[in-house]
């Protein structure tokens, strides 16, 4: 997140800086704002003091005069007049984040949305798998993947509105669209302003042995991303299976779903093998920490999807 204070001084050191150049090539602006200054402190300690009305009265006249001047120098130099105002990247708000005590900007929540993308690993094209380009007739049985699809809907409200429920276990052969519809729930899940991590299992159990590998060099180093693996509220992890398994990564999967699955925390998982495979790959401990809380859904095209697509595409231009 950006730190607010840092940007309004910032905007307001680069404000100052670009009047410093243009009073250097206008020296009747800078004597215009010295003189105004001037007269200002004048006419706040006439009302100070008290002083009679006459004099208060002349140097009001005195400075809306060199106002009304400068004004008119810019003015024929084609100097916008806000050239005095900093450059906010949010005018509405001047960059504070809110535009009363209590009340935030709608720059503020945009940026924590897009912080909360960033963290999320979903990005690019990523950002486009949405449940409304999910094609549920390229399916064997379009009627059962749109139902699928109407679960994976409740399931997204029920991780922003954090109540408890089943996790997803998406299987099925390469390119069936486990990882759009996972991305479905994610992309809507954040849009939601709730928090998303999406991994690949090998870039997943990277964090995780690099965690280890630090813990042991620096004791008192917090797992800060280990920890954000446990506590985000949707966890998906693509590809289970492909990675080389090790005692390691069967154990370190073990513990993480064990730990989210004892918090009602939510998980998907995406994978080309089939349960029976994935006992064989994982063993029956993770097997089972994976099925404990979790509704399988099985992804059944004739072809892949990209293929299916393809095909139709060709099929329509030799219309």
């Known amino acids: 997140m950006i ?40 006419l706040i300690s006439a009302g100070i003091l008290k002083k009679n009305s006459f004099k ?7 400075v809306k005069l060199l106002l009304r001047e400068k004004e008119l120098i810019l003015k024929a130099n084609s100097i916008p007049i806000n050239i005095y105002e900093p450059e906010w990247n949010c005018p509405k708000c001047e960059d504070r984040g809110f535009i009363t005590p209590g009340v935030l900007c ?47 809907r409740e399931f997204a409200r029920k991780v922003v509105d954090q109540e408890k429920q089943n996790n997803l276990f998406f299987t099925g052969a390469v390119g069936r669209g486990k990882t759009h519809l996972s991305l479905a729930i994610a992309n809507e899940v954040l849009k939601q302003g709730g928090t998303v991590i999406y991994k690949r299992i090998d870039d997943l159990l990277d964090i995780i042995r690099e965690y280890k590998f630090n813990r042991e060099e620096n004791p008192e180093k917090k797992g800060s991303q280990l920890e954000y693996l446990k506590k985000v509220d949707l966890l998906i992890i693509d590809d289970l299976g492909a990675e080389n398994i090790t005692p390691f990564a069967q154990n370190q999967l073990r513990i993480l779903i064990e730990d ?16 029976n495979e994935l006992q064989d790959f994982y063993g029956q401990r993770v097997t089972d920490r994976i099925i404990e809380k979790a509704d399988i859904f099985a992804f059944e095209s004739e072809m892949s999807i990209r293929e299916l697509l393809k095909k139709r595409e060709l099929e329509s231009k030799n219309k």
């Open 106 to 152: 709608e720059c503020y929540t945009k940026e924590k949305l897009d912080n909360i993308f960033r963290k999320s690993g979903i990005c690019g094209n990523m950002e486009t798998k949405k449940f409304a380009n999910f094609e549920v007739a390229l399916y064997r049985d379009a009627k059962a993947m749109q139902e699928k699809v109407r679960r994976c």
């Open 3 to 42: 730190h607010r204070e840092v940007l309004i001084q910032r905007k307001i050191g680069e404000c100052e800086e670009k009047i410093q150049e243009l009073h250097k090539k206008f020296p009747r602006l800078k004597e215009i704002a010295d003189e105004v200054s001037r007269l200002s402190y004048e």
């Open 56 to 62: 208060t009265a002349n140097i009001d006249k005195e």
């Open 260 to 275: 989210r699955n004892n918090f009602d925390k939510a998980w998907i998982i995406n994978s080309n093998l089939n349960f």
